[in-house]
């Protein structure tokens, strides 16, 4: 693999992300009405047919190579826009065997047939909804202005994250052999932290898992002769007991682990003693040598307890589900961190002092166990309605994110427009942090100047050059592709996705406010999906070439608008003492006025917050390790500083 291309200016991928998210209000009732719809038609882990469907049309609306089936049900979408890096986005589409108790006007209702034939509820518990929705908004994003960036956007739409095997099986079928090696891989995940807050760990950010299946065989009979019977019930009941002890007195304090069990099922009947019980076990970790040494403990205790019973048959443990820690870059996480910094200002990015438990196959994708592993950056975007936040019990954020419905909550409802805003510009800001040159072969995007209406936002001020000297080697070639680039697979046509053929679904694209109608007339322009693009071909036929026509640029009057046009319509007024107009390393973040228009609640954005019914007690279990997240120190330069991960860094 080539040398990791070094990431632009902070301030100038800001100033790039503040140009691209004046098409934001154009897409975002697209974005929003696709997220509603993925949350009310939710699909389990391999099964997400209808919604890979949804992206690869979306993507091919939008002017990608598209590329279905990809491990199972994975998308591939490929943008070349000249030269430079090549970037990896990433966004997981599966939901979970979840009963929805959200009470949203678009829960999710669904029922299907688990993998072994159960019929079980289906719900959006985990954000993954919104992870696809922001993915496809910021493919837009950046599909519409090329002028603003050069290089190649990668888009993977993984199946099967719930399962830890999506990511590994889309490898296998080929993702890297056939599209090309990422420079790097960028991917975000929501959490229970404030609706809109972005936080980002270097090194370790989630931990390893593994899971287990464990079957105990005794010898049935009936129940009112339990002494003629080897009881398979008790054997498990002690496994669960003895098992409890395992963290407690067998790990060192100064270690994280975890061991959980989900699923214990045994018998038919009160009056039968059967001769078979099933257990299945989760356990986490923060490094392999516990991740080892948890493993060893439950085949230990598993085959003892059995023993100790007298079974006639040795017990059955087998490891079906595992992935290792997601271990961020930290040369890359401080570059994207930075980005996010200048574009959202520090009060809405945090850097959290310690890994969370959970566990994603995201890592997957950074080639971990390759001589040259692939650079990646995973970070959380805030999810919590700001009103269940406040209120929610506790006087740190720790103790406060174990009282509100979190990841995995039938109760997990995000605040929806806070979060996806978020969720979009985010991504969308990574990817600039490395593809933010000015592409000088694309044709530049018309937005006409026009006066922002309302009051006046402040922002920073405009530049005439670059934040640092730019060498002239350094910059694009001029207008000439390059004739060597790989040839890529030929690209499949996406196959229509109908969002009628779902019973009670609203029309993908569609908006659907939270309360009340939908308003009257179409939506702003962009790539609708499931809906007939005007002047094009029929919905059924993607359009691969064809630009998508725009709404009018009255669309575009909100503060997002206001705040990116000073990048380039200059003030009357001087600049404050000890600024001047070229010194962007000093300018306004423009994402503090932003969010504070979207945060709000009430009859401003004529809608009331989504219904919330949390249970009562914690919804997150994870240990509250003292202090404020808040409070957590950006990740130092390499070499400086020992972290209990020291081990693992590059």
């Keep these: 693999?080539?040398?990791?291309?070094?990431?632009?200016?902070?301030?100038?991928?800001?100033?790039?992300?503040?140009?691209?998210?004046?098409?934001?209000?154009?897409?975002?009732?697209?974005?929003?009405?696709?997220?509603?719809?993925?949350?009310?038609?939710?699909?389990?882990?391999?099964?997400?047919?209808?919604?890979?469907?949804?992206?690869?049309?979306?993507?091919?609306?939008?002017?990608?190579?598209?590329?279905?089936?990809?491990?199972?049900?994975?998308?591939?979408?490929?943008?070349?826009?000249?030269?430079?890096?090549?970037?990896?986005?990433?966004?997981?589409?599966?939901?979970?065997?979840?009963?929805e108790k959200t009470g949203l006007p678009y829960a999710s209702t669904a029922r299907t047939d688990d993998a072994e034939g159960t019929e079980v509820p289906v719900m959006h518990a985990c954000g993954h909804d919104a992870h696809t929705a922001c993915l496809v908004g910021a493919a837009d994003l950046l599909s519409e202005t090329r002028d603003q960036w050069a290089g190649t956007v990668m888009?993977?739409?993984?199946?099967?994250?719930?399962?830890?095997?999506?990511?590994?099986?889309?490898?296998?079928?080929?993702?890297?052999?056939?599209?090309?090696?990422?420079?790097?891989?960028?991917?975000?995940?929501?959490?229970?932290?404030?609706?809109?807050?972005?936080?980002?760990?270097?090194?370790?950010?989630?931990?390893?898992?593994?899971?287990?299946?464990?079957?105990?065989?005794?010898?049935?009979?009936?129940?009112?002769?339990p002494h003629?019977?080897?009881?398979?019930?008790?054997?498990?009941?002690?496994?669960?007991?003895?098992?409890?002890?395992?963290?407690?007195?067998?790990?060192?304090?100064?270690?994280?682990?975890?061991?959980?069990?989900?699923?214990?099922?045994?018998?038919?009947?009160?009056?039968?003693?059967?001769?078979?019980?099933?257990l299945e076990i989760s356990t986490r970790a923060l490094n392999d040598n516990v991740a080892l040494q948890l493993e060893t403990a439950v085949e230990r205790i598993v085959r003892a307890e059995a023993a100790a019973s007298g079974a006639g048959r040795e017990p059955e443990v087998e490891r079906f589900q595992s992935s290792g820690t997601t271990f961020n870059d930290p040369a890359s996480t401080n570059e994207v961190a930075s980005a996010h910094h200048a574009y959202f200002g520090d009060e809405y990015v945090i850097?959290?002092?310690?890994?969370?438990?959970?566990?994603?196959?995201?890592?997957?994708?950074?080639?971990?166990?390759?001589?040259?592993?692939?650079?990646?950056?995973?970070?959380?975007?805030?999810?919590?309605?700001?009103?269940?936040?406040?209120?929610?019990?506790?006087?740190?954020?720790?103790?406060?994110?174990?009282?509100?419905?979190?990841?995995?909550?039938?109760?997990?409802?995000?605040?929806?427009?806070?979060?996806?805003?978020?969720?979009?510009?985010?991504?969308?800001?990574?990817?600039?942090?490395?593809?933010?040159?000015?592409?000088?072969?694309?044709?530049?995007?018309?937005?006409?100047?026009?006066?922002?209406?309302?009051?006046?936002?402040?922002?920073?001020?405009?530049?005439?050059a670059p934040a640092r000297p730019v060498p002239q080697d350094a910059l694009p070639p001029e207008p000439e592709l390059s004739p060597d680039l790989p040839p890529m697979p030929e690209p499949v046509q996406a196959e229509p996705f109908q969002a009628e053929s779902v019973p009670d679904g609203p029309p993908l694209g569609e908006p659907v406010p939270e309360d009340g109608p939908a308003p009257e007339g179409p939506p702003p322009g962009g790539p609708p999906t499931g809906e007939p693009v005007p002047g094009g071909p029929p919905s059924g036929e993607p359009v691969l070439d064809e630009p998508v026509p725009h709404a009018p640029e009255e669309s575009y009057e909100n503060p997002f608008l206001a705040a990116s046009s000073s990048w380039t319509d200059v003030p009357d007024e001087p600049p404050a003492p000890g600024r001047t107009t070229a010194d962007p390393q000093h300018a306004d973040s423009t994402y503090p006025a932003d969010m504070?228009?979207?945060?709000?609640?009430?009859?401003?954005?004529?809608?009331?917050?989504?219904?919330?019914a949390p249970p009562s007690g914690p919804a997150y279990s994870g240990p509250s390790p003292e202090g404020s997240a808040q409070q957590g120190p950006p990740p130092p330069p390499e070499g400086e500083g020992e972290r209990p991960d020291h081990d693992r860094r590059f």
């Design 1 to 99: 693999m080539e040398t990791v291309p070094h990431a632009v200016d902070p301030n100038r991928a800001a100033q790039h992300g503040s140009v691209v998210m004046r098409l934001l209000d154009e897409i975002f009732p697209l974005v929003e009405g696709f997220y509603v719809d993925l949350h009310k038609n939710p699909e389990l882990s391999h099964a997400e047919h209808r919604t890979a469907s949804g992206v690869a049309e979306w993507l091919a609306r939008t002017g990608y190579e598209v590329h279905k089936g990809i491990g199972g049900t994975g998308v591939v979408g490929i943008l070349r826009n000249g030269p430079g890096p090549t970037v990896m986005l990433r966004a997981d589409m599966d939901a979970l065997p979840l009963e």
């Design 155 to 225: 888009v993977v739409a993984q199946p099967g994250e719930e399962t830890l095997d999506g990511a590994q099986g889309m490898i296998d079928d080929g993702l890297y052999d056939r599209f090309g090696r990422p420079d790097v891989v960028l991917g975000q995940h929501l959490g229970p932290q404030p609706a809109g807050l972005i936080s980002h760990r270097a090194g370790i950010i989630l931990g390893a898992a593994n899971s287990y299946r464990v079957r105990i065989f005794g010898e049935g009979g009936h129940a009112s002769q």
């Design 228 to 278: 003629t019977t080897v009881d398979p019930v008790l054997i498990a009941a002690n496994v669960v007991s003895r098992l409890q002890g395992v963290v407690s007195r067998e790990i060192s304090p100064s270690e994280m682990a975890v061991l959980t069990v989900g699923r214990v099922q045994a018998g038919t009947k009160a009056n039968i003693v059967p001769d078979e019980a099933y």
């Design 351 to 464: 850097h959290l002092p310690d890994p969370s438990p959970a566990t994603e196959d995201f890592c997957a994708f950074g080639l971990p166990g390759d001589m040259q592993p692939i650079p990646y950056v995973f970070w959380f975007v805030g999810a919590t309605p700001h009103d269940v936040w406040e209120s929610a019990p506790g006087s740190t954020p720790y103790e406060k994110m174990g009282n509100v419905p979190s990841n995995h909550s039938p109760y997990f409802a995000p605040a929806r427009e806070p979060t996806l805003r978020a969720g979009l510009a985010a991504i969308t800001v990574a990817a600039l942090a490395y593809l933010g040159q000015e592409n000088p072969d694309a044709a530049p995007v018309s937005v006409e100047a026009e006066e922002p209406s309302g009051a006046a936002v402040p922002g920073p001020a405009p530049v005439d």
């Design 596 to 612: 504070d228009r979207y945060l709000q609640e009430g009859d401003e954005l004529g809608q009331a917050p989504p219904p919330q």
